[in-house]
């Protein structure tokens, strides 16, 4: 069993639990109504349709996989479209993701296959965390290990932290102007990386406000890439794993 | 014709000399006082300096009695501010640590009186005294829906807005809207003419549609209806707002509407469609890189998309602190050279 993201689930080894027609068509109810719940940013039937699914013989790894994530993908493609998402929406979609990987997982007949690990912060005097916290719910679901730094992070402090996780990226999330460009913020971890000459072994992220009014300044900042929202980040720092892992 | 003409004519719709030109200039009156942004904001009479000596120079229309957006939550029981060298500072101790701290949460009852307003006051009073009736004196004034998250940060408001516990959301939209009714009032009683009523809650970029109706719309009206909606102008920060113009009409009854650098300036003037000023806003990070053709070919876009018909203002958002000046000088320049002349058509 894979989900769309190719994400590998650790169950799709055994031909007697492949998803057939019969499954998907018992699966669609949940899928729909999860996935309506979420665009209502209605939690508490979110988290219904889950607890439902499991009393109905789901399993866990189905409600991950087939209904959380999908979920999340369904908004990403929704957003490339150009269909107005909320912020509200990305928040409700991810904090219902962190929730059921943390009550999930240890439920799972078989430990999932871990996609990276990403160590992820705020930059320094930068005290905006709700772009990071989306984010990481995103990127529980998508099987990535996240180190969360907190806020207000030292340029220094996401090096090492990414060194000691042995990371593949690292994920600098600013709100203010002055945080984004400023000389202790994206620039300084890049220039780190150079001096210690680490920059083939990590990649840098980055994501707010200010890189939406600009989508160049992620590159004036040294970084390899950023997401327009902290849904579309999920897959903006999956696709940097996989770039770092094939080096 | 002055700059307060130039405001009342826009939003009535008559001929004006040009379009009025609003720059919202706020950190950088530290750097014409020679002062770091601490020692700049901790002074009513320094920053009235700072912005009169900014009109001045630049000779844009409006006049800021802004200090930083922190200060509300100073009011609110705040202690800690974080300052930074080169842009706003942040709040360094939330008022509130837990949603289960919400009853506690005690709201002024004369806000005009109160010792963490006094130094607004003071900046008030000169801004008044130097330049009132000639130019515009715009106040910043969070919503009720929105001013949670200064007092508990963004992640814990969103959070219990949309899960809960609802008796604790509501107590505490109840006391935020409290504390607007009686800011807007003291920031009237202060001699502020323009009340910018901040609410990115108010955007359906940040919220559904449906909370946007069953939540934001009804604590607006809690906000606004005490004391009306004169001289309020809707702004959503820099989040779009463009398909809510016609509810806001409809039930606020507020007329000049801040747009977002993301809302398209045609649509937001259709939707107004003459009821009130609409104000186009430049994308204002940009600034700090463009070269001076890239600063007059936005500008241009802006006004001519915005000046057919009049009732149209030029507008910046958040005006960063690294943005050179010459860069704010083209800007200004270009808007009062394609925003000039007969705007009513």
Not at chain 2, 100 to 112: C, F, K
Not at chain 2, 247 to 273: C, N, W
Request: charged share 25%; net charge negative; with cysteine.
């Amino acid at each position: 069993m894979q989900s769309g993201s190719g994400i590998k689930t650790g169950v799709e080894d055994r031909p007697d639990e492949k998803m057939d027609a019969a499954r998907q068509v018992f699966l669609s109810p949940f899928i729909r109504r999860y996935h309506e719940a979420i665009l209502d940013t209605d939690h508490p039937f979110a988290r219904q349709v889950v607890t439902e699914g499991l009393e109905q013989g789901i399993l866990p790894e189905e409600i991950l996989f087939k209904i959380v994530l999908p979920s999340i993908e369904q908004i990403m493609v929704s957003v490339s479209e150009a269909r107005d998402i909320s912020l509200a929406q990305y928040f409700i979609a991810s904090q219902i993701a962190s929730e059921v990987v943390e009550e999930l997982i240890p439920r799972f007949r078989q430990s999932p296959d871990m996609v990276g690990r990403v160590v992820i912060g705020t930059a320094s005097g930068d005290f905006h965390g709700l772009g990071k916290r989306i984010v990481i719910g995103c990127l529980k679901a998508m099987m990535v290990e996240v180190f969360d730094l907190g806020l207000n992070v030292a340029p220094e402090q996401f090096v090492e932290a990414a060194l000691r996780a042995n990371a593949q990226v690292i994920g600098i999330s600013a709100m203010m102007i002055h945080t984004a460009r400023g000389e202790n913020g994206c620039r300084k971890v890049r220039q780190i990386l150079k001096e210690q000459c680490l920059e083939e072994r990590f990649r840098i992220a980055v994501g707010g406000a200010p890189y939406r009014f600009n989508p160049d300044l992620y590159r004036q900042v040294g970084a390899d890439a950023c997401a327009e929202n902290g849904i579309a980040a999920g897959k903006v720092i999956t696709g940097l794993i996989r770039e770092v892992q094939r080096r | 014709m002055n700059s307060m003409e130039r405001l009342v004519a826009a939003i009535q719709g008559k001929p004006a000399d040009r379009i009025p030109i609003f720059c919202n200039l706020l950190d950088q009156g530290a750097r014409e006082l020679n002062l770091s942004l601490e020692e700049y904001y901790s002074k009513g009479e320094y920053v009235a300096e700072g912005q009169l000596k900014m009109r001045e120079k630049y000779g844009y229309d409006n006049l800021w009695s802004l200090f930083y957006v922190g200060k509300e939550a100073e009011l609110l029981g705040c202690r800690r501010m974080i300052f930074a060298k080169d842009g706003p500072p942040n709040v360094g101790e939330m008022v509130l640590r837990r949603p289960e701290d919400i009853p506690a949460l005690q709201v002024p009852d004369d806000i005009y009186s109160h010792p963490a307003f006094e130094e607004q006051r003071k900046c008030l009073r000169i801004l008044r005294d130097e330049a009132g009736g000639k130019y515009p004196i715009c106040a910043y004034l969070t919503a009720s829906m929105t001013l949670p998250a200064i007092l508990m940060g963004m992640e814990k408001w969103m959070s219990l807005l949309l899960t809960g516990p609802t008796a604790l959301r509501d107590e505490l939209l109840h006391k935020c809207s409290l504390f607007f009714q009686r800011e807007i009032e003291a920031y009237r009683q202060a001699g502020a003419d323009v009340l910018v009523y901040s609410n990115p809650f108010g955007s359906t970029d940040f919220i559904t549609p449906k909370i946007f109706q069953e939540l934001s719309l009804p604590w607006m009206q809690k906000d606004l209806q005490p004391g009306g909606t004169a001289g309020v102008v809707y702004y959503c920060g820099s989040s779009p707002f463009n398909d809510v113009i016609e509810t806001v009409i409809e039930h606020l009854g507020i007329q000049v509407f801040y747009l977002s650098p993301m809302d398209d300036i045609r649509t937001g003037k259709r939707r107004v469609a003459g009821r009130g000023l609409t104000c186009g806003v430049i994308n204002d990070i940009l600034l700090i890189d463009w070269t001076r053709e890239q600063v007059r070919a936005e500008v241009r876009r802006i006004i001519e998309a915005g000046k057919p018909g009049g009732r149209f203002l030029f507008g910046t958002l958040v005006m960063p602190f690294t943005i050179p000046e010459d860069n704010i000088r083209v800007m200004l320049e270009a808007a009062c050279e394609f925003g000039e002349g007969e705007t009513v058509c």
